[in-house]
């Protein structure tokens, strides 16, 4: 056009919030896998390869030293290097499991852990923390404050006193690998959150439901590969089968465990999963 400085101006005013808003509906429309882009500035160097190499010996149970291809080869074909090159970057999925320092280049993945004193958000701590650590150690820290700050209520059942934890282990660490494997990465100011109330627990991720997805569905097993490298490294170190059954199995577990059910909503852009205390029950 013959007057092109105003649009110039007002496209790189628009530009980048447009870009993220367009990622997210790419991403929701299921054609971006959000895990698989790259994150800037980084490459191999950002990689901790001797987690790299626990990682093989656990799936494979052989040394790096032991495959036949180049380590760059090896993690291209894993999704961790967006190219099988040295200097090419690292994707988010991969720096989540395996970088040096996650905290530096994916400060989002860090998670945030609360146990406050009564049942509202607006009530004092009594313990919180930040966690910046690698996938499957950040799931293992949650739930070692969660079983902290929970209780071991007993129960006389005939002569037998029974100990039941407040919270089932196995449905915690549901909701928590749920969390990290299908919230959206693309909402780069958000945290998986973990809340500890006197009445519940509350694990909220990042994001809304993907497109077609509703709780309702979720309920009975549908699910969306958001983050099909994420899921795929979770299920392989053993958390998680990625395949929508972990919100039915939830649900199940804590029927049977006669723990009322878990609750599930999108709340403020959050999904967030509500598990009861089984100490709750018992005043009711």
């Avoid at 056009?1 to 991403?27: I, N």
């Avoid at 970088?99 to 701590?125: C, I, M, N, T, W």
């Avoid at 100011?189 to 509703?214: A, K, Q, W």
């Amino acid at each position: 056009g013959s007057c092109p400085t105003p649009s110039v101006a007002l496209a790189s005013t628009t530009r980048p919030a447009a870009r993220e808003e367009v990622g997210r509906l790419y991403q929701d429309s299921g054609e971006v896998r959000f895990d698989a882009s790259p994150v800037p500035g980084t490459t191999v160097a950002d990689l901790d390869m001797a987690v790299v190499e626990r990682y093989l010996q656990s799936i494979r149970g052989i040394p790096l030293s032991a495959v036949d291809i180049a380590p760059e080869q090896l993690l291209a074909n894993w999704g961790v290097l967006t190219a099988a090159d040295a200097d090419a970057p690292v994707t988010l999925g991969g720096m989540l499991f395996f970088a040096r320092e996650v905290s530096q280049f994916v400060p989002h993945a860090s998670l945030k852990l609360a146990r406050f004193k009564g049942v509202d958000l607006g009530d004092d701590y009594i313990d919180r923390k930040e966690v910046a650590e690698l996938l499957p150690d950040a799931i293992d820290m949650a739930l070692q404050f969660t079983q902290r700050h929970t209780n071991l209520s007993a129960r006389i059942a005939g002569l037998k006193r029974e100990e039941t934890p407040e919270y089932l282990e196995p449905a915690v660490r549901e909701a928590l690998v749920n969390a990290f494997a299908h919230r959206d990465y693309s909402l780069r100011g958000s945290n998986v959150r973990v809340f500890i109330f006197d009445d519940r627990l509350e694990v909220r991720s990042p994001g809304r439901l993907p497109n077609g997805v509703t709780v309702e569905k979720m309920r009975y097993g549908a699910h969306s590969t958001r983050n099909p490298t994420v899921v795929r490294f979770l299920r392989s170190l053993g958390y998680g089968e990625g395949d929508g059954t972990g919100v039915p199995r939830m649900i199940k577990r804590c029927k049977e465990a006669g723990i009322r059910e878990p609750n599930f909503e999108e709340l403020n852009g959050d999904f967030v999963v509500t598990l009861w205390s089984s100490s709750s029950l018992e005043t009711q």
